[in-house]
């Protein structure tokens, strides 16, 4: 490779193509505009056509893996960037969310106990719930809160084996094999985790899943950290919704190795944490961000630059426009992708004659839909000295008149660029 390359994922990003407008087309983004006028530009179905991904998912795929020969489960990627162990073939880790629910009618009133769970009050709650005995199948739970609403929960057993292989209690996600697909206008009730083969394995785990949830909703209905959020008028978190199911980590060749080079991920979140360590990558942990744009963003940027140094490649995942997103919310969606442009992208134009750069997203996620699509999302590529196409801003509909045209999957998209360019 004859320069380095920052590999800019911006979560959540992108919207769909029946939307009138979308919120790329409507924020102010010099620094993402220049890129893509400088560069070449095209669209890429993440995972593939048809297919509404998870995040995790989506990321596997964009690194250049066909999520169907490497992908086990969000949970085991959940737990690794937890720094939990699975105990493989005993043990099944979900991915979870701390929820509101109505105790009596299982309805769900907010699924992230409305963005306002404290990561502090999140571990206090999973402190009273791990370990928790099941009482059957000499079944137990682990319990971990990972940042905000957001944790992981271990289903094992000391003396039977168990299998991922089954459902989800969370409505918004349905399972596909080991996958999941997010969900148009879900039922809002928590459901029955159900074997999703004829397996005892299957039968066993889904069985001490529906325990766990049983036991946990008695348990955090109760708890201190909830009756004093009621008395503030906040969301209890009386519930863990649970998804995504896997018993091992992927196997699959580093991603050092698949590429001949150095390659960094840089994360702040779990599953792209879990991922990085999954498959080999240095993985550099940021922190979750304060609050303050500018302070976040210049701080990975220099976490960016810094590891540039001593690599390749730097993948780099910004979280910020995903989640106003999926709460429907336009403009302060608008307002992430401005502060990622101002305080990220803008000051990485002063390095373009050193470095090449990929900006793309994971994913789609429009405020008009509240969750991710299957829609393409944009790709802008530079490297110096390339002949740009006529694309004039980055946006869904002017990239998809670029030259590089539309990828199929995802993991197309890093071996081609490479192959071609660097």
């Not at 800019?8 to 220049?34: C, N, Q, W």
């Not at 002949?387 to 030259?403: I, L, Q």
Request: net charge negative; aromatic share 8%; with cysteine.
């Amino acid at each position: 490779m004859k320069y380095k390359l920052i590999y800019l994922v911006i979560d959540g990003m992108s919207d769909s193509f029946s939307d009138d407008v979308t919120t790329l087309e409507l924020a102010e983004k010099p620094g993402l505009d220049e890129l893509a006028r400088k560069g070449v530009c095209g669209l890429m179905y993440t995972v593939g056509k048809g297919v509404a991904p998870e995040s995790d998912e989506a990321v596997i795929s964009i690194l250049g893996y066909d999520p169907r020969e490497v992908y086990t489960g969000r949970g085991p990627l959940e737990a690794l960037g937890a720094g939990l162990d699975i105990r493989e073939g005993y043990e099944v880790a979900f991915r979870a969310n701390f929820a509101t629910i109505d105790p009596l009618s299982r309805r769900i009133i907010d699924r992230r106990v409305g963005r306002n769970l404290s990561t502090f009050e999140a571990r206090e709650l999973a402190r009273a719930l791990n370990n928790l005995d099941l009482g059957v199948h000499d079944g137990y739970a682990k319990v971990a809160a990972t940042i905000g609403h957001r944790a992981v929960v271990i289903i094992g057993s000391r003396s039977r084996k168990l299998s991922p292989v089954v459902s989800n209690n969370d409505p918004a996600y349905v399972r596909k094999g080991l996958t999941s697909i997010a969900v148009d206008n879900p039922k809002p009730y928590v459901e029955n985790i159900v074997p999703l083969d004829d397996s005892e394995e299957s039968k066993i785990t889904a069985e001490l899943a529906n325990v766990f949830f049983e036991k946990a909703l008695n348990i955090l209905v109760n708890h201190p950290v909830n009756k004093e959020r009621t008395k503030n008028k906040l969301l209890p978190a009386n519930a863990l919704l649970l998804r995504d199911a896997g018993g091992s980590l992927p196997k699959a060749t580093p991603l050092g190795v698949k590429y001949n080079c150095k390659f960094a991920i840089l994360a702040e979140m779990p599953v792209e944490i879990g991922i990085g360590r999954a498959f080999g990558a240095d993985v550099i942990t940021m922190d979750p961000p304060t609050g303050d744009p500018k302070s976040d963003y210049e701080k990975r940027l220099e976490a960016t630059l810094k590891a540039l140094e001593e690599h390749d490649i730097v993948y780099v995942h910004l979280k910020g426009p995903d989640e106003p997103g999926h709460d429907g919310k336009l403009e302060l969606k608008k307002q992430r992708i401005e502060e990622i442009d101002k305080y990220y992208v803008q000051s990485l134009l002063d390095y373009l004659d050193k470095y090449a750069l990929i900006i793309t997203a994971d994913h789609a996620t429009p405020p008009s839909r509240k969750s991710h699509t299957d829609d393409p999302v944009p790709v802008a590529f530079y490297v110096p000295g390339i002949t740009p196409d006529n694309v004039d801003k980055f946006t869904e509909r002017e990239c998809a008149k670029g030259s590089l045209g539309i990828f199929s999957h995802g993991w197309q998209l890093l071996p081609y660029l490479i192959s071609k360019y660097m």
